[in-house]
Structures are given as structure tokens and as C-alpha cells.
């Protein structure tokens, strides 16, 4: 079944690992806060992978083998972020479906 959810990544300069479909593409990316952006994905929720994400500041180096899906507005700081997709050597299956169990950040229908 195919579900349209959200997601929030902190803005904290760590990786955040989520199981998304595996060729799930960010469809919208907006600031929550000065300290968070949110994303939004259609998720195939009958397979998903362990994928892993970060959020980085414009100016700051995109690290190496990594995708950049989206960036966020300018925040009311004057901040602009950018969703970036870290690359996992071996992805994880998730077998106890549906997605959004496995989420370990908020992840609610939009």
C-alpha cells in the first residue's frame, strides 16, 4: 500500500536513521522549527530499508557519496537547510511492516 507520511530530522549535526521505502524520494522539505525540518514521502509501505539522513546549513561541505533531496525555506533566523541522504553500505529490510512501526522520529500520515 502506498501512504504518504512525515517526517522531522533534528538540526544537530547527526545522522537519523528511517525505514522508507527503498526508492522513496523526499516530495516536499519546510522548516518545523529553528532546530528541525520536516520532509514528506510516499512510502510503499509492503517494503521498506533502513535509510539514514542529516540536515545540513548552506555552506557547510555535503559529506561524501551523499544525495541531497531537498532545502527548506529560509527560517525565520535567516537559516536555510538541506535534507541530505547518507549512503548505508548494506540497507536493512524491515519485516514487521507497515513503515510507520519502525520510525524512530515522528512519522505521521500528512
Not at 548494506?90 to 520510525?103: I, R
Request: net charge negative; glycine share 4%.
Amino acid at each position: 500500500m502506498r501512504t504518504i507520511y512525515r517526517f522531522v530530522i533534528p538540526v544537530d549535526d547527526r545522522h537519523h536513521d528511517i525505514y522508507i521505502s527503498s526508492k522513496s524520494r523526499p516530495l516536499q522539505v519546510q522548516n518545523v522549527s529553528a532546530s528541525s525540518v520536516e520532509f514528506w514521502c510516499e512510502v510503499e509501505t509492503s517494503e521498506t530499508y533502513l535509510r539514514r539522513f542529516t540536515v545540513i546549513g548552506t555552506g557547510q561541505n555535503v559529506p561524501e557519496g551523499s544525495v541531497v533531496h531537498g532545502t527548506a525555506p529560509r527560517n525565520h533566523a535567516g537559516l536555510v537547510w538541506h535534507l541530505v541522504e547518507i549512503p548505508i553500505v548494506h540497507p536493512t529490510h524491515n519485516p514487521h511492516n507497515p513503515a510507520h512501526s519502525a520510525l524512530p522520529i515522528d512519522a505521521a500520515p500528512a
